[in-house]
């Protein structure tokens, strides 16, 4: 494809009268909630029901020794009553989840907001009868299914915060985050059932819990039925105890700066970090982009293809959409089981309107060919999202043109765990699309581009540098649990005066946000400043190419040199003469400085379970220094690392 044709605007469609957001809203309330931060959001902070209204509303410094975030401050609310009960007068019979398990002959559930309502109100009375108090924090070690969402809304109704950590982290990395946030109880199932197979949540719990304080208790939810062992006095059945339980359980009033939840994020040194998000910024903002951004409306069913272990879980599989009083659902498996095509048989199955995923999977699914897509009728699919990392031109046209049918706008969200919700997106119907672009900012966010060395400020377009944002918006996390000095050098340290993203940036001549990737995978060959992206990019552009990964590594005479880890599509068979073919492609597609020295055939790139490739393993490998690869628990499949080490094209 030519890169002509891949930078082509994609256009509104005609007809749309109802979109929650016009083009001409867009500019005009944009510049509102610049100018006018305290009005905008006093106004969008009304979409949440507060017990008692908030009389400020903004409350922000970003001032390194005295970074403070507050918002709507003096409001009092649960983010458990918004979520579920302020619903029911309206809606009690309406589906607020679909269950699709992860076997495809397994029947899915429908969950009503009156079934929900009574799920969470059983759950919270549990964890009453368990000593969690307000301010108690508890550890979600759950796989994809109802239950995780009861227990994040049981937790908020009492005023507990929970961290989930992801079920396909490691014992050792449950262990840490435990102790780390120093849980007073864990709540996990027997097993998880995903593509097929078994993963032994329990067990895995057992071994982390020989690590923490003989208090913390294990609440076991009783899913797949398989045998696990059983701690008397530290194990309780979750179900049995629930159907027990009162269905009804006061909902605490929160403040609005209590923490809603910590969620743990790894950067690019030390130990995991636990952002802490806060009860009314952060719902007031989940519930304002996963409205604006999906132009949610009554009868829309909602698909967020993420694991709720992650944020874009958190904030568009529950608390957004629940918030908004939709359909959301939350499917068990994995986009390749039984086949290559179930994510477009569930979009079928459940007249999906709005599918949000990552590009991982779009390129993985991709490489599998268009037939899988072609089989199923997607024409209930009216927006398509992606999220996690910038989606390279070839992904986003085939996702336009197979999935979208060339009539779904496409919704490129950039944002972080750190954000809370989207920062820098289009909106269907307000914000024309360029395939690769995240476009324009959110309401009330401010991004500036900064020169990387002197953080000068980057006026005019176009415009090259680093991600910042100049103020604060309410899904704004507040600080790293227990640790707010490293919060501020984390995030406010770097550029002062501004949030610093971590990320690289361009801004087009049409003001057009193109995210390149994060700083530290900025490459400099021979003084020349490249984004691995970029080249990434090209080379996925290559019809034989189904992934590739591109890291920095030294080199004597350019400083830096290119080393690219190459998939090829399944029925492609590697090459000296693919591999000249490749190089020539690079050269030709972006220019001869970005041609790879070095390519590795990768039948496997290190991932973490939520699809982003592990850069730093790739760039130690590069680097010939896999000693010391550190922590790489949180990988999908950890066998693939030893595959690189042995076949890695550097041994200088
Ligand atoms: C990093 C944050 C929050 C969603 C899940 C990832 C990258 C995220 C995009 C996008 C380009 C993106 C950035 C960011 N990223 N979305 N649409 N385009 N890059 O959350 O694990 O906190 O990662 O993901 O590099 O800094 P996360």
């Known amino acids: 494809m030519s890169s002509v044709e891949a930078v082509a605007r994609h256009p509104i469609p005609e ?53 403070s975030i507050k918002w709507f401050e003096d409001g009092v609310l649960n983010a458990c009553v918004n979520c579920v009960d302020r619903h029911l007068p309206k809606r009690a019979k309406q589906t607020a989840i679909i269950f699709e398990p992860d076997d495809p002959d397994q029947p899915a559930q429908h969950i009503t907001y009156a079934e929900l309502s009574e799920k969470v109100n059983r759950f919270a009375n549990v964890l009453l009868s368990q000593g969690v108090m307000r301010g108690d924090r508890v550890v979600i070690y759950l796989p994809m299914i109802p239950e995780a969402a009861y227990a994040m809304l049981a937790c908020a109704r009492i005023g507990a915060i929970h961290s989930i950590v992801f079920a396909g982290f490691s014992p050792d990395a449950l262990a840490n985050r435990i102790n780390d946030c120093g849980a007073k109880l864990v709540i996990t199932s027997d097993t998880a059932a995903r593509g097929g197979r078994k993963t032994a949540l329990k067990s895995n719990t057992d071994a982390a819990l020989l690590h923490c304080s003989d208090r ?10 398989d045998q696990t062992t059983w701690v008397q006095g530290r194990d309780v059945d979750v179900k049995y105890l629930m159907e027990h339980a009162s269905p009804d359980c006061p909902a605490r009033p929160m403040g609005a700066e209590d ?50 272990g992650w944020v874009t879980g958190h904030s568009y599989i529950v608390y957004g959409p629940l918030a908004n009083g939709a359909t959301t659902l939350m499917f068990e498996g994995v986009p390749t089981y039984p086949d290559a095509g179930r994510f477009w048989a569930v979009c079928e199955k459940h007249k999906v309107t709005q599918f949000y995923t990552a590009p991982t999977a779009i390129r993985s699914l991709m490489g599998q060919g268009p037939e899988w897509v072609e089989k199923y009728d997607l024409s209930s699919l009216r927006i398509l999202g992606s999220v996690g990392e910038p989606i390279n031109p070839e992904a986003w046209v085939w996702y336009d043109k197979h999935v979208g049918k060339g009539k779904c706008p496409i919704v490129d ?129 290559h019809p034989k190419v189904a992934e590739a990964a591109v890291v920095g590594y030294p080199h004597d005479l350019k400083g830096q040199g290119i080393y690219a880890y190459v998939t090829v599509m399944n029925d492609v068979m590697p090459s000296e003469d693919l591999r000249k073919d490749l190089e020539t492609w690079v050269r030709t597609e972006i220019g001869p400085i970005a041609k790879p020295d070095l390519i590795q055939w990768a039948p496997g790139l290190p991932k973490t379970r939520s699809g982003k490739i592990m850069r730093r393993i790739l760039r130690k490998i590069a680097e010939n220094d896999y000693g010391s690869l550190g922590d790489t628990s949180t990988l999908a499949d950890p066998s693939v690392v030893n595959e690189l080490i042995e076949n890695r094209m550097n041994r200088a």
């Open 15 to 67: 007809g749309f009268t109802k979109a929650h957001v016009t083009p001409e809203d867009y500019k005009a309330r944009y510049a509102e909630s610049l100018s006018d931060p305290d009005g905008f959001w006093g106004r969008e902070g009304k979409r949440l029901d507060w017990i008692k209204p908030y009389t400020k509303v903004k409350d922000t410094d970003f001032t390194l020794g005295q970074v």
């Open 216 to 225: 913390v208790r294990c609440l076991v939810v009783k899913h797949t039925g």
């Open 259 to 308: 923490p809603l939840f910590i969620l743990y994020t790894s950067g690019s040194t030390g130990k995991p970090k636990g952002v802490v998000h806060t009860t009314g910024g952060y719902l007031a903002y989940a519930s304002m982009t996963h409205q604006y951004t999906f132009d949610y409306q009554d009868g829309d069913v909602f698909w967020c293809t993420a694991d709720v």
């Open 413 to 541: 969200t950039f944002w972080q765990t750190e954000t809370g919700g989207h920062m820098i997106t289009s909106l269907p119907y307000a914000i024309e699309t360029k395939p690769g672009a995240a476009t324009l900012p959110f309401f009330g966010v401010r991004p500036e581009v900064l020169d990387a060395s002197t953080g000068a400020v980057q006026e005019g377009n176009p415009a090259e540098g680093v991600l910042a944002i100049a103020d604060s918006w309410p899904g704004q996390m507040r600080t790293l649990w227990g640790d707010h000095q490293r919060f501020e050098e984390a995030y406010f340290s770097q550029y002062p005066g501004y949030y610093f993203t971590g990320d690289g940036c361009r801004r087009d001549e049409d003001g057009y946000y193109w995210i390149t990737g994060r700083v530290d995978d900025v490459i400099n060959v021979s003084g020349h400043r490249m984004g691995t992206a970029e080249i990434e990019s090209a080379l996925v552009a």
